[in-house]
T-cell receptor
Framework: EAQVTQNPRYLITVTGKKLTVTCSQN?????MSWYRQDPGLGLRQIYY???????DKGDVPEGYKVSRKEKRNFPLILESPSPNQTSLYFC????????????FGPGTRLTVT | AQSVTQLGSHVSVSEGALVLLRCNYS??????LFWYVQYPNQGLQLLLK??????LVKGINGFEAEFKKSETSFHLTKPSAHMSDAAEYFC???????????FGTGTRLTIIP
């Protein structure tokens, strides 16, 4: 089954404790992206990747890092989480070029206390 | 720059009534337009997309949307609401050669029995 998986689905952590949210897709997609969803703000792009070893900032990259060492994986790293990073995070992937459909993972709900 | 405005963060309709969710876009280049649906505790799923072919686009679950360039609109409609349509709906815009999706703030649709 074609899918995007994220782990963990739920995470509660404390300020400053480094964490990684994993994202993996099995569709051989070149393009991958991370979004955060906040009430009243919709989805905002954090980082994206056009291919292995190629990443770039989205609209709200501050406080986040990503890497793309393999085509299928695109982890999101919060090196020193803060409460304002409490949010619902989605990973998405698609073929390169528009307007291909972006496939979304199930989401990771992160709470930073 | 591209942007999307969704009028009405909450819409309630009776079961069997017409569903109308509004989306207006701003784009300096010909846009590609998308509607995504998010069911509770799930990721986003593509409902339909406009890619400069037919202006009336039919999607899954009986939804359709019409691209109106003169009004810069891409409103989503369904003739008869079903209880299973209760979800949050997002309009998004991209353009040729640009995989980035810019989302609206979303509209939560409630169906009244």
């Amino acid at each position: 089954e074609a899918q995007v998986t994220q782990n963990p689905r739920y995470l509660i952590t404390v300020t400053g404790k480094k964490l990684t949210v994993t994202c993996s897709q099995n569709m051989n997609h070149e393009y991958m992206s991370w979004y955060r969803q906040d009430p009243g703000l919709g989805l905002r792009q954090i980082y994206y990747s056009m291919n292995v070893e190629v990443t770039d900032k989205g609209d709200v990259p501050e406080g986040y890092k990503v890497s793309r060492k393999e085509k299928r994986n695109f982890p999101l790293i919060l090196e020193s989480p803060s409460p304002n990073q409490t949010s619902l995070y989605f990973c998405a992937s698609s073929l390169k070029g528009s307007p291909y459909e972006q496939y979304f993972g199930p989401g990771t709900r992160l709470t930073v206390t | 720059a591209q942007s999307v405005t969704q009028l009405g963060s909450h819409v309630s309709v009776s079961e069997g009534a017409l569903v109308l969710l509004r989306c207006n876009y701003s784009s300096s280049v010909p846009p590609y337009l998308f509607w995504y649906v998010q069911y509770p505790n799930q990721g986003l799923q593509l409902l339909l997309k406009y890619t400069s072919a037919a202006t009336l686009v039919k999607g899954i679950n009986g939804f359709e949307a019409e691209f109106k360039k003169s009004e810069t609109s891409f409103h989503l409609t369904k003739p008869s609401a079903h209880m299973s349509d209760a979800a949050e709906y997002f309009c998004a815009v991209s353009s040729f050669g640009n995989e980035k999706l810019t989302f609206g703030t979303g509209t939560r649709l409630t169906i009244i029995p």
